[in-house]
């Protein structure tokens, strides 16, 4: 496994609920942010059902990770979020949410983008991958080739002024396997106070806390520092 070289300018991170982007590759955006990358959510549910309390409505939730969502972006140092009006554990894959997806790439034109490994669905760590994280992954694998880059897909936004775009790099985060790995030692408590930001999803932050320090530690150790993060990457650089 060979540790990413490739810097972007220009970073888009593509997440099925509020709290992914953070789970999945908080530690990776915040280092390049820090070394001068702009970094930008795309939130494809508004995570209106990610809960186990009774007394709250799912409008009352939407508003509540809403909130917590666009915290932890600023943690992380992300300049823009956008979340979908789209309902927790109702995505599909579809014309429309891959177009969501080719929208926002023609809009903010990132080098790189972040998303969930669609083929996963039993991960690495033995959990069930949820069925929106494997929707979310998919449409943003097929925008990435050819969708974004073709001037005669998704013509209305050719005709709205959004031009085609080419992103160079996609990186898939709870791969199995991963094949580049990036040092965040510098960035893994930025990465954890993002988490923090989400206290509607966690009863007990410091089991979480144990829990994503634990397991950048691991993979860290396997290549020689504190804390790593891992993706598989496709490149379109040839």
């Not at 908080?26 to 942010?33: N, Y």
């Not at 309390?53 to 600023?74: G, H, K, P």
């Not at 893994?188 to 397991?215: M, N, P």
Request: proline share 5%; net charge negative; charged share 25%.
């Amino acid at each position: 496994m060979e540790e990413q070289v490739e810097f972007p300018q220009r970073i888009l991170v593509v997440a099925a609920h509020p709290d992914d982007a953070e789970f999945g590759c908080g530690g990776t955006v915040a280092k390049w942010v820090k070394q001068g990358a702009t970094a930008f959510y795309l939130i494809c549910t508004n995570g209106d059902k990610g809960s186990d309390e009774a007394n709250i409505s799912s409008e009352d939730l939407a508003r509540v990770r809403d909130t917590e969502q666009r915290a932890a972006a600023a943690v992380i140092g992300a300049s823009e979020v956008t979340i979908l009006p789209r309902r927790d554990g109702e995505l599909v894959y579809s014309i429309d949410l891959r177009g969501d997806v080719v929208r926002w790439i023609r809009v903010w034109k990132p080098e790189a983008v972040f998303t969930h490994d669609p083929s996963v669905i039993i991960t690495p760590t033995g959990r069930i991958n949820h069925a929106d994280h494997r929707a979310t992954g998919a449409a943003t694998v097929d925008a990435y080739y050819p969708f974004s880059r073709s001037p005669l897909q998704y013509p209305e936004q050719i005709a709205e002024g959004l031009e085609p775009h080419t992103v160079m790099d996609l990186y898939l985060w709870g791969a199995n396997p991963p094949d580049v790995w990036v040092d965040v030692s510098d960035t893994a408590d930025q990465k954890v106070a993002a988490l923090r930001c989400h206290a509607s999803q966690f009863g007990d932050f410091e089991r979480t806390r144990v829990f994503a320090k634990d397991r950048l530690k691991a993979v860290g150790e396997e290549h020689g520092v504190a804390y790593a993060e891992t993706f598989r990457r496709v490149s379109a650089r040839g």
